[in-house]
């Protein structure tokens, strides 16, 4: 048995990653960073660039200077936070949402026919994938309580 595990999920996610930016750039004239932003605050609701600089594991500068290009492009909607201070409240716009629908699904199509060329049962790949997440989030919480 190869004891390389964490070093080949590593080098599998850095490839899937660059070839999500190929795709995505190509496809949609987006970077897969901003579309991971957009994802974000999608799942998270209406969030904060705090709360999204967080998610993304980058600094809120970064967040700011995303959030203005991404609010540019008319996918998402930047508003000061209501009780006040520096804070900033996101949510994607409909020309946000229908981006992350129709990218999400596009990249979720090839996901499973990569995983299917493989020969991993995709279904069995899915579910052993979120219970790994899930214990490394349960881990994660443990460690920070």
Do not use: C
């Amino acid at each position: 048995m190869d004891r390389n595990l964490s070093f080949n999920l590593h080098v599998l996610t850095a490839r899937l990653d660059r070839a999500a930016d190929r795709i995505l750039r190509a496809e949609h004239n987006i970077s897969y960073s901003r579309f991971l932003a957009l994802t974000l605050v999608g799942e998270l609701g209406a969030s904060t660039q705090r709360a999204l600089a967080e998610s993304l594991g980058v600094t809120e500068p970064s967040v700011s200077r995303m959030t203005a290009i991404l609010a540019t492009e008319g996918f998402l909607d930047v508003q000061p936070d209501p009780a006040g201070g520096h804070r900033r409240q996101l949510s994607l716009t409909d020309k946000g949402k229908q981006l992350v629908a129709s990218v999400q699904q596009g990249l979720e199509e090839r996901m499973a026919a990569l995983v299917a060329h493989s020969g991993v049962p995709y279904a069995e790949y899915a579910e052993h994938t979120a219970r790994l997440l899930s214990t490394f989030d349960r881990a994660e919480r443990e460690r920070t309580e």
